[in-house]
């Protein structure tokens, strides 16, 4: 308590000895006008504003950008593609296109080994029991039902990596 008067009686004194500006002591009203916020009430009740009740408001005025048309022009690296990116050469797209279809086949593999592993475990809806299923039915459906949609999600991941291939240049 000792502390907080002394606190408080130093703020006091830093305000009147004109440290601090009077309109960070204390802020007049503010009147919100749509998006608009003023301190001018004149302004405000000629405008039909709501005054803001509570709370402090804090504006940050940003700098306007330049219209499209203005002429302001963007500094380009170099010609530009239709689709609004750099043009790149026609041989290092060939590499790009092999690159992505080496990936997709590396990863259409791997999708089809988890679909046969998992296909397998799932033995067309009548997997093996577990030990610790035996006792607890619930617990073997609940398997059955994760196995289910996993082989589900492993046939949309292979579904969709071939469509991928597909899309490529030059697919076979």
Known sequence: MKYRRSWMALGGLVAMAG???PAVM?????FRCGNEYTNNVSDAKARGCKQVAGGNVTVVQTTKQAPA???AKVASAGPVASSGGPRVEASEQRARDSDARAILESELKRAEARLAELGKEYNNGMPDKRGDE?????KYLDRVAELKASLARAESDVAGIKRELSRLPGAR
């Open 19 to 21: 440290l601090i500006p």
């Open 26 to 30: 204390a802020q007049d009203q503010i």
């Open 69 to 71: 048309g203005s002429g």
């Open 134 to 138: 035996s006792r607890n039915y619930q």
